[in-house]
């Protein structure tokens, strides 16, 4: 599967049909097994509509659990080595979820609330007002390097609280965003909620920006209004996504057309992209460096050889275990770019300094 793809169709039966390690990410926003019956209303009478969806039925707890096992054990199956899952859930789910997730190898990362700034109100004020939903990320398995696009999430992070003197800080686990409402909606052709658990796009985008990168692949098993696929075109990730209602894949089609590329600097995670490497080789093939040239650390200097190791007192070391050895240091290597100094027109200049200069001049 490498382009887009829409299944509409059971996730049951199609699961097992997509091929084994060949997914990045999974978002997966299944049933919640709610088990609510009965009309709700508000307190002027009208009537609620909540989450008492055909799809979220099950006959009992047992039959509920072999569901989300069987699902769970095929995302486990679908996912690259490297690859993770977002399951979101609320109280009557996510702790089950969550102990099936564990029993069967994916390794927990995080756990994420979902704290709604406009939750619904418990209308009979017979318990707390449910404000959240809560999120569990997780890698395929403990030895996954999966991905996390950290300065992404902290660029992201725009919660007033977030930002200290000006910087902003690393990304928390509570995430503070609107149910969705509004334009945002997705309304049927009599102009009613089309779905009762859409999702807020912003929620998505943020969880495959930091946790994607650029091409990847991204599955949703239960796609509803196709939040996920929105979020995955607008961030230029690929999806596959499952949904077995005709009504609701209608309409998710429809709103992905309508979606454009925006490939920003988020999009590309170009925060997170890592400097290249560059060779004192390359640097004295360019002139950055002069072969035979000293290196100063301190009162000592070792004489730059064409490897880009040191010769010191005789011996050919590599920079950084030298300079260790030079400062006494505890540890058997110290970053020898943030110690070692080279002198241009009389002055001495960090190597770093030069490096950043090659980099630059390397950069397009
Ligand atoms: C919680 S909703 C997902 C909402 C979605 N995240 C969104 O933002 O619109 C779950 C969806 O899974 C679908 N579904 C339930 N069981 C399914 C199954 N066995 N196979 C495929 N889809 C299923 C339902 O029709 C429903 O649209």
């Known amino acids: 599967m490498n382009s887009n793809t829409i299944i509409i169709a059971d996730s049951l039966t199609e699961l097992k049909k997509i091929p084994t390690e060949s997914v990045d990410l999974i978002f997966a926003d299944p049933p919640y097994f709610m088990q609510t019956d009965g009309v709700l209303l508000r307190p002027e009478g009208s009537k609620f509509s909540g989450c008492d969806d055909e799809w979220d039925k099950f006959e009992d707890l047992k039959n509920y659990e072999n569901f989300s096992q069987i699902w769970l054990s095929e995302c486990q199956r679908i996912l690259k080595p490297n690859g993770a899952i977002w399951v979101i859930g609320s109280m009557q789910c996510i702790y089950l979820l969550g102990a099936i997730m564990q029993k069967l190898g994916f390794w927990l ?32 398995s403990k030895k996954s390097k999966f991905t996390f696009n950290y300065k992404t999430a902290k660029e992201l992070n725009c919660d007033i609280a977030e930002f200290s003197r000006g910087k902003r800080l690393q990304m928390g686990s509570v995430w503070r965003f609107a149910v969705c409402s509004g334009n945002e909606r997705l309304k049927d052709e009599n102009g009613e909620k089309l779905h009762n658990t859409q999702k807020p796009l912003a929620l ?48 998710g089609r429809a709103r992905i057309e309508k ?33 035979g040239e000293k290196f100063y650390l301190e009162d000592k200097f070792a004489i730059l050889q064409s490897s880009g190791k040191l010769e010191f007192n005789g011996e050919i070391c590599d920079m950084h275990s030298l300079c260790a050895r030079i ?38």
């Open 109 to 140: 990362i995080n756990d994420v609330i979902w704290h709604k700034s406009n939750p619904t109100p418990n209308f009979k004020g017979t318990r707390l007002c449910n404000a959240h939903e809560t999120l569990i990320w997780a890698a395929k």
């Open 259 to 291: 979606i454009a590329p925006e490939l920003n600097e988020i999009a590309l995670a170009k925060f997170d992209e890592k400097p290249k490497k560059a060779q004192i080789s390359d640097m004295i093939r360019d002139g950055f460096f002069i072969l």
């Open 327 to 364: 400062k006494a240091a505890k540890s058997a290597r110290l970053n020898g770019w943030k110690h070692w100094k080279v002198r241009r027109n009389g002055e001495f200049i960090l190597i770093d300094e030069i490096r950043q200069s090659y980099r630059e001049r390397n950069s397009n």
């Open 204 to 251: 998505i985008e943020r969880i495959i920006a930091i946790s994607s990168r650029f091409g990847d692949t991204i599955l949703d098993p239960f796609a509803g209004t196709f939040t996920t696929a929105a979020a995955a075109k607008k961030l230029g990730r690929k999806f596959i996504c499952i949904e077995k209602s005709e009504k609701y894949a209608k309409f």
